[in-house]
């Protein structure tokens, strides 16, 4: 799969979708724009800053491009969470289970913040299941039909 293919099918044509399969193209791809996308924010928001300087009255008051970056991260939190389950069932693997599990430990460690460092701790849990799921999400996919569906990779016959 292409990028802009990758781009379109979890935005636009599979933005709650959990059932299927997701093969790695798709799956890396989403995933490296996601996170670029923010990752290119942040780095470039002391920059935007800086050349808006006189617009602010406080030093570091970027918070316009900061509201944006939130609002883009939210908007494709829920397609990164379904790319990522059906790259799960793609191995085979339960999907639903693992995401459940990192955000699970990340609301517990929300939670719990009365607890200090311990919900710390908690919160590095979900964080630490999410880098195991993105090491499987490297794994090859079936190449037969499983219980969460048919084989993506099949090659279609010339007559």
Not at 67 to 73: D, E, H, N, P, Q
């Amino acid at each position: 799969m292409e990028f802009i293919n990758a781009l379109r099918t979890c935005i636009f044509r599979k933005y709650l979708k959990t059932e299927g399969r997701a093969s790695r193209s798709e799956f890396w791809y989403f995933t490296i724009f996601y996170f670029g996308i923010i990752a290119l924010c942040i780095i470039l928001l002391p920059y935007l800053e800086e050349m808006n300087q006189q617009e602010f009255t406080a030093k570091n008051d970027y918070s316009n491009y900061l509201i944006w970056t939130l609002l883009f991260g939210l908007a494709l939190i829920a397609p990164l969470n379904n790319v990522t389950v059906r790259r799960l069932h793609d191995i085979n693997q339960s999907g639903l289970n693992w995401m459940s599990a990192v955000g699970g430990f990340l609301i517990l460690g929300r939670v719990l913040s009365f607890l200090g460092d311990f919900a710390m701790y908690i919160s590095w849990v979900g964080i630490l299941i999410y880098l195991i799921i993105l090491v499987l999400c490297f794994k090859e996919g079936d190449k037969k039909d499983n219980i969460y569906g048919k084989n993506i990779y099949k090659k279609s016959k010339k007559s």
